[in-house]
């Protein structure tokens, strides 16, 4: 069976979208699946795959990351595929590549269906502060459920994200999918030589957090954890690996509040290496998002042994329940604090939480999941589907 992605992201570009492609495609063929992923040219990929085809770009203003495919190229580009050799297609993004998986849909007939994996309601207002979040919501709100309910199938990351879409009117099935993560990859970091690399005390607590620096992801608050932790006389250093847009003002924010010796920065990490070295040197794993749609660091870090700190938020809820290797403190700088400190003070850290930790993460493995996602498919598009498939009618996409 042959599945049809497309997405506006993906690696070199690092976050939790390209992260989910690019786990579900490495494991997807284990279970009889090959995929074929149309995206972004970025100008970093080194040598094109034969399975990841390429679409140029521009910028997008204000945000150096992203690109915006062009629209003309990505029509011609799939209509120089073989379409008649594919069973599905799976959407990964709503902006070009939700209109460009429509148009094939409408072509082909082939089943369609679309990751949900951002929870836009909550994420406009950062990159539009000068709009009414009130009319961002609303307007996330409709655009979601009118794409949602023109595929055949959607796929939320967590229970907490299906109900979202239900309650804007998703009328489409819903199936709750999570990503999996390659538990054994995080499991051989090596914490001591992260330390000695970054110049960091071989003893002195490490609280981590890893991820994109947006400002949605509440980044701020686990700044305000860390000035209440070093109040309460701890000398735990919150280490932020990542980067992004709000780089920049947190490293202000850092510097204002007098943060030096409490905060420090990592950058990007190299997924293969650095960044199983990066978990294993932590003591600790902190998450203060409240628009998560899943959170798969918080299981990257447990099968690291890492027990977790976390705002009990979305997607998050789904990760954490049933674990007793995470904290959930309530919404509140002073309490997370606390939690953090309780939790580095605990003598069964090192040992029994390590040890819970790595056995929750175990349930959430790449393997695992992509095997619900091959199950998924193969009832959208049957065997049998495929040969009753016409052949192709009308004008190219791009006409």
């Known amino acids: 069976m042959r599945v049809l992605m497309l997405s506006d992201v993906y690696f070199p570009r690092i976050n939790g979208v390209s992260t989910s492609i690019q786990t579900f495609r490495q494991r997807l063929p284990e279970h009889g699946i090959a995929t074929t992923l149309v995206a972004p040219v970025y100008g970093g990929e080194g040598e094109g795959a034969d399975d990841v085809i390429r679409i140029a770009g521009r910028a997008v203003p204000g945000d150096p990351e992203d690109r915006i495919m062009r629209w003309r190229d990505a029509c011609r580009a799939v209509d120089r595929m073989p379409l008649d050799d594919y069973d599905a297609i799976h959407i990964q993004t709503p902006f070009l590549a939700h209109y460009l998986g429509v148009r094939l849909r409408r072509r082909t007939g082939l089943p369609t269906l679309v990751t949900y994996h951002t929870l836009f309601e ?3 207002h950062h990159y539009a502060p000068w709009l009414p979040r009130a009319a961002l919501r609303a307007l ?3 655009l979601s459920c009118r794409q949602c309910n023109g595929v055949d199938a959607v796929i939320a990351p967590s229970t907490a994200m299906a109900g979202r879409l239900r309650e804007y009117g998703v009328q489409s099935p819903v199936h709750v999918l999570p990503t999996g993560i390659p538990v054994a990859h995080y499991a051989k970091g090596s914490g001591a030589r992260f330390r ?3 110049g960091l005390d071989p003893a002195r607590p490490l609280a981590l957090y890893v991820g994109r620096l947006a400002f949605e992801k509440n980044l701020h608050f686990l700044l305000d954890v860390a000035e209440h932790a070093r109040g309460m006389g ?4 919150m280490l932020l690996a990542g980067d992004g847009p709000a780089n920049a003002a947190l490293r202000d924010a850092v510097k204002r509040r007098g943060l030096g010796g409490q905060v420090a920065f990592a950058g990007y990490l190299s997924r293969d290496d650095e960044l199983p070295d990066c978990y294993a040197a932590a003591d600790a794993f ?8 899943q959170g798969l660091v918080l299981l990257e870090a447990m099968a690291a042994g890492v027990p977790v700190v976390c705002l009990r938020e979305m997607g998050v809820r789904d990760v954490v329940a049933n674990c007793a290797a995470a904290r959930t403190p309530p919404d509140d700088a002073p309490a997370f604090a606390r939690a953090l400190l309780d939790l580095l ?4 850290r090192g040992t029994v939480l390590a040890d819970a930790a790595r056995q929750h993460a175990a349930q959430w493995s790449d393997t695992a999941m992509a095997a619900r996602l091959a199950t998924l498919y193969r009832q ?3 065997r049998s589907a ?3 498939h016409l052949p192709l009618q009308g004008k190219p996409l791009e006409g």
């Open 122 to 124: 909550d994420y406009l």
């Open 140 to 142: 996330a709100r409709r």
């Open 196 to 198: 000695a690399r970054h």
């Open 234 to 237: 701890s000398d735990v250093c």
């Open 286 to 293: 902190v998450f203060a998002s409240k628009t998560e749609t």
């Open 345 to 348: 003070a605990d003598p069964a």
């Open 380 to 382: 959208l598009a049957p």
């Open 386 to 388: 495929r040969a009753a």
